[in-house]
């Protein structure tokens, strides 16, 4: 398990490890494809034997992050073996996340992945980050003819919330943007002069 492989999280990683999100490559006989799975790992570690502490396959692979520094270059060779995998039949099994999220990127879409989830691949919200809505767009090839983009309106509020419901399952290639807040950056100031003993703004 994850748990006898990283048994303590303070003597076998490096200090600001991503405790909430942790990659295991997964290479799947008879042909040895490979798959991507998720873990909290912080969850595995504290608590040996639950659901997060997964069990581990010979040749599996542990990818533990950094939670400030960019994942990406590590995250994009995953990606591009998903890619080279993918077939007419069997899209690769990528989605991305983008805007304010702390590590915007394409990530592996993993089996009942939800938006919920791929924030959590994104590092979680950024501190800018509209919690409310957010957007995701879809494309799908239609009868093997053409491909057709949706743009799909995301309650992020209930998802932050916990609901369920509101927490979209999702496909190959979907693209979720989180929203800056507006008027983040605007400075609103007021100046005073005159007779006062500290003028200024």
């Known amino acids: 398990r994850v748990s006898e492989l990283v048994p303590s999280i303070q003597r076998d990683l490096l200090p600001r490890p991503d405790l909430d999100y942790a990659l295991v490559r997964r290479e799947v006989p008879p042909d040895q494809h490979v798959e ?10 504290q608590h040996p034997g639950s659901a997060a502490d997964i069990e581990l396959h010979s040749r599996d692979e542990l990818l533990v992050f950094d939670a400030i520094l960019d994942r990406t270059a590590v995250v994009s060779q995953l990606v591009d073996t998903l890619k080279e995998q993918a077939t007419f039949r069997q899209p690769a099994r990528v989605a991305k996340v983008g805007g304010l999220v702390r590590h915007p990127g394409e990530y592996p879409l993993e089996a009942s992945m939800r938006v919920s989830s791929l924030i959590r691949a994104g590092g979680g919200l950024a501190e800018a980050a509209y919690a409310l809505g957010a957007e995701l767009t879809r494309y799908e090839v239609v009868d093997g003819s053409y491909r057709e983009v949706a743009h799909v309106d995301v309650d992020l509020k209930k998802i932050l919330a916990g609901d369920r419901a509101a927490d979209l399952a999702l496909r190959p290639y979907d693209d ?9 950056a605007t400075a609103v100031t007021v100046e005073i002069r005159g007779e006062v003993r500290f003028p200024g703004i």
């Open 36 to 45: 991507v799975l998720s873990i909290r790992l912080g969850e595995a570690v």
């Open 176 to 184: 979720l943007h989180i929203k800056r807040l507006p008027e983040w």
